[in-house]
């Protein structure tokens, strides 16, 4: 099964290590696994947390805007796809 694309990146926040990713299509839940890749990006990890609004969720789905804390860099506009097995 192929890995689907769940949102894009809005914003990076560098002293937070967080990327404000807009919901597109599809969910994804603590635990999951994520792929960001852009022009420059191109990595892989584990969902720690999710947050919506300054308020922690256990899963994000279309339609909304949330915070996640990355082990890289992002930048806008990179695309976020979640890891099917």
Do not use: C, H, P
Not at 26 to 53: A, M, N, R
């Amino acid at each position: 099964m192929a890995d689907v694309q769940v949102g894009v990146v809005k914003n990076f926040f560098v002293k937070l290590s967080v990327a404000a990713i807009e919901m597109t299509n599809g969910e994804f839940e603590v635990g999951d696994v994520l792929w960001f890749k852009g022009y420059t990006t191109d990595f892989k990890q584990e969902v720690q947390s999710i947050q919506e609004e300054k308020q922690a969720i256990t899963k994000a789905v279309k339609g909304q805007l949330v915070g996640i804390q990355v082990t890289d860099r992002v930048r806008e506009n990179d695309l976020v796809y979640k890891v099917v097995d």
